[in-house]
């Protein structure tokens, strides 16, 4: 059965990022740069204690990223590969996920780095990142390069904004 699904944004991130182009792919890649995560107010009291947490999980809407794609050219190669062996924006549901450092809160705005995230970006919902349920290591990485230096170096072009026609 497909069921239509529909979220609220619960606030709103800030970030330096007005365009994709030449934005980290990852948030490793973006480890100095800074931003801010804006909660709505009504929604203030769920951020009781986070303040505990080194690192969070946010999980946003790709608000800006083109159609979907079933198959694409991602940025760490350049043969095509399907949607779900990717972290491309252009999905069938356009939900982004990032874990970001805490650097602290003050009321409903929570100051993050590590960020590779476009300004004005929807919120959907944060997470408490936890190391012993979230880090997985030794484990297949598909296609991927073996390195994580290219997280930091790799950046971001216009292959996957709401412009391209391919």
Wanted: proline fraction near 8%; hydrophobic fraction near 35%.
């Amino acid at each position: 059965m497909n069921k239509k699904i529909c979220y609220q944004s619960i606030g709103v991130i800030h970030t330096p990022f007005h365009d994709p182009v030449g934005m980290p792919i990852q948030p490793v890649g973006g480890k100095e740069i800074t931003g801010t995560v804006e909660v709505y107010p009504e929604f203030t009291d769920g951020l009781m204690d986070i303040e505990g947490f080194s690192r969070i999980i946010l999980i946003y809407d790709f608000h800006l990223s083109g159609d979907c794609r079933l198959q694409l050219v991602p940025f760490l190669d350049t043969l095509p590969h399907g949607v779900f062996s990717t972290r491309a924006p252009n999905r069938p549901n356009s939900i982004g996920i990032s874990v970001v450092y805490l650097i602290k809160r003050e009321g409903n705005c929570l100051y993050i780095s590590g960020v590779d995230i476009l300004d004005g970006t929807p919120l959907l919902d944060i997470k408490p990142y936890l190391p012993e349920c979230d880090a997985f290591f030794c484990e297949r990485t598909g296609w991927f390069p073996g390195s994580d230096s290219c997280f930091i170096t790799i950046r971001s072009d216009d292959r996957f904004s709401g412009n391209d026609t391919s």
